[in-house]
């Protein structure tokens, strides 16, 4: 508790509760996010797993359901990821993919793919990402990859044209021997834009930038030298990637660190400025918790939180959506499925319901602390739901408590229905103890909502409401 730093020290009248305060603003605050996109939380799939999680794993289909129904919409959903730039279109193969590996925890080194990739891919409903290969510099391939993913795709989005070529060396066939720099990188992407642009006879059609973290490889050197080849024209969206933790030496408190969220998701703030400034989207095109498929971490509730907090602070920021990256099945810790529904799915669900119809989403409280709350606005630009944020890293023993004083509640309330999203601890994983959203869970069958929906009831009076949120864990407030 006095790790807090109270934007607004309250002492209510009558109740004598020493808490948290805040003044939910009656229309959306200057300092909210942009108009908000109808599905900002989104899933990359890696290229080469793709067809597997769509042909032999049902609770893709089932959990892809549950996201539609918490925000209204379908989850946009991107494939790619390093398996992309190993990849070659095969048009003679009738088989998705084709690949061999030693052990099914491996990643294919290299593989081939066929129409009916494509055509999977056709099949979502929602919009479409698709990365191609760049680093093997076969670029005939990759056009004729780009014209069959035109024709069968859609609700193709966006077209990638390599994946983090920040990590392509001088040995990669792209780099031709020479070495490989941010120039050299950003004058392979103007080219290739505008060839499988012509080729395809489409503009606004690439995905640019695909680089790993923020470095010497950035979306505002990538955009200037844009500018400089004149094929802004070709962008539809630029894109980062980001995995706030590395699984040698992941840190879960960290992670899920409010102040640190904040922080972390500020470094890009440049990046989606000089998306803006050419009127292109800027995504996280590939995210989670942890590089290398994930670390001890990735699996908990802790990470779920730290997901619903990320989605808040990016979408606030101005990236329009987040693609949380799913690896290889069965040897990946930071998955939403598998064989079960883990626990970073419940807070993926819980962004979704906070945003649902939402047009915008205002931070209430000043980042300073790790106690987090935000306000989400509809078109009429009413209030209609808060969400509490107790970051405090939770384990085991005594459980500290947060109690917040909302006020600015619209006045026809009397009462406020909210749904926890809690668990045993933030170290807690699907299995091992309970995590619950409004009481349930998911089933691991059917991605469905199973157990008694606990929706809490709070008394208003005169615009305000006292809510407790324990360390680690949430609150969506109803309005
Ligand atoms: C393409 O696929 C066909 C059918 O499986 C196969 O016979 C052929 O060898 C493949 N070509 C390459 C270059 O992999
Ligand atoms: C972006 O890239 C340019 C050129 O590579 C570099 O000078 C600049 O420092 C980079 N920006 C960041 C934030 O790293
Ligand atoms: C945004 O504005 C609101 C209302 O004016 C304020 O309470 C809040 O602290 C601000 N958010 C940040 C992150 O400064
Ligand atoms: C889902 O599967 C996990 C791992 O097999 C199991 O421990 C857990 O109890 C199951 N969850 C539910 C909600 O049935």
Request: net charge negative; hydrophobic share 40%.
């Given at each position: 508790m006095n790790a807090l730093i109270a934007p607004a020290l309250l002492l209510i009248a009558g109740s004598g509760v020493n808490g948290l305060g805040f003044e939910?603003?009656?229309?959306?605050?200057?300092n909210s996010s942009g108009q908000l996109d109808a599905a900002p939380v989104g899933v990359s799939f890696e290229f080469f797993a793709f067809p597997e999680y769509f042909q032999q794993l049902p609770l893709t289909n089932f959990c892809l359901g549950q996201l539609h129904d918490a925000s209204g919409s379908y989850s946009p959903v991107r494939i790619g990821?390093?398996?992309?730039?190993?990849a070659t279109y095969n048009a003679s193969l009738s088989s998705?993919?084709?690949?061999?590996?030693?052990?099914?925890?491996?990643?294919?080194?290299?593989?081939?793919?066929?129409?009916?990739?494509?055509?999977?891919?056709?099949?979502?409903e929602g919009s479409v990402t698709i990365g191609l290969n760049r680093r093997?510099?076969?670029?005939?391939?990759?056009?004729?990859?780009?014209?069959?993913?035109?024709?069968?795709?859609?609700?193709?989005?966006?077209?990638?044209?390599?994946?983090?070529?920040?990590?392509?060396?001088?040995?990669?066939?792209?780099?031709?021997?020479?070495?490989?720099?941010?120039?050299?990188?950003?004058?392979?992407?103007?080219?290739w834009q505008a060839s499988v642009g012509s080729a395809l006879d489409e503009t606004s059609f690439a995905q640019a930038g695909v680089f790993f973290g923020v470095g010497t490889f950035n979306v505002s050197n990538l955009a200037q030298k844009e500018e400089e080849a004149d094929t802004t024209q070709y962008v539809r969206s630029f894109c980062h990637h980001y995995y706030p933790q590395s699984a040698s030496t992941a840190d879960l408190d960290e992670l899920m660190s409010h102040t640190e969220i904040v922080e972390g998701v500020s470094e890009?703030?440049?990046?989606?400025?000089?998306?803006?400034?050419?009127?292109?989207?800027?995504?996280?095109?590939?995210?989670?918790?942890?590089?290398?498929?994930?670390?001890?971490?990735?699996?908990?509730?802790?990470?779920?939180?730290?997901?619903?907090?990320?989605?808040?602070?990016?979408?606030?920021?101005?990236?329009?959506q987040l693609f949380f990256h799913q690896g290889t099945i069965g040897n990946c810790p930071y998955c939403w499925w598998d064989e079960s529904?883990?626990?970073p799915f419940y807070g993926a669900y819980t962004a979704a319901l906070a945003l649902s119809g939402a047009s915008k989403v205002a931070q209430l409280d000043t980042g300073n602390s790790r106690f987090a709350a935000y306000a989400f606005y509809d078109s009429s630009d009413q209030p209609v739901r808060v969400l509490l944020y107790n970051s405090e890293y939770y384990t085991s023993g005594t459980r500290s408590s947060v109690s917040v004083t909302l006020s600015g509640i619209p006045s026809t309330s009397t009462s406020v229905s909210a749904l926890?999203?809690?668990?045993?601890?933030?170290?807690?994983?699907?299995?091992?103890?309970?995590i619950t959203v409004g009481g349930q869970t998911f089933a691991n069958a059917t991605c469905e909502l199973q157990g008694t929906k606990d929706m809490e009831t709070t008394q208003a009076t005169a615009g305000r409401a006292t809510f407790t949120v324990q360390a680690s864990e949430a609150m969506l407030i109803y309005l």
């Open positions: 939910i603003p009656s229309s959306a605050p200057t990821g390093t398996t992309q730039d190993r998705a993919v084709s690949y061999s590996v030693d052990s099914p925890d491996d990643a294919p080194e290299t593989l081939t793919f066929g129409d009916s990739f494509m055509e999977i891919a056709g099949s979502y093997l510099d076969n670029i005939d391939n990759t056009i004729a990859a780009a014209k069959v993913a035109k024709s069968k795709v859609a609700t193709l989005y966006a077209i990638e044209l390599g994946n983090e070529p920040n990590f392509f060396t001088s040995s990669d066939p792209i780099a031709d021997g020479k070495s490989w720099t941010a120039a050299a990188d950003a004058a392979s992407q103007v080219l890009f703030q440049s990046q989606v400025v000089a998306a803006q400034e050419l009127d292109k989207d800027f995504v996280m095109g590939e995210t989670n918790s942890a590089t290398g498929g994930g670390g001890g971490i990735s699996p908990t509730f802790g990470a779920g939180l730290w997901i619903l907090d990320y989605v808040m602070q990016a979408t606030i920021l101005g990236v329009k529904v883990n626990a926890r999203l809690t668990g045993d601890a933030t170290t807690t994983t699907v299995g091992e103890g309970a």
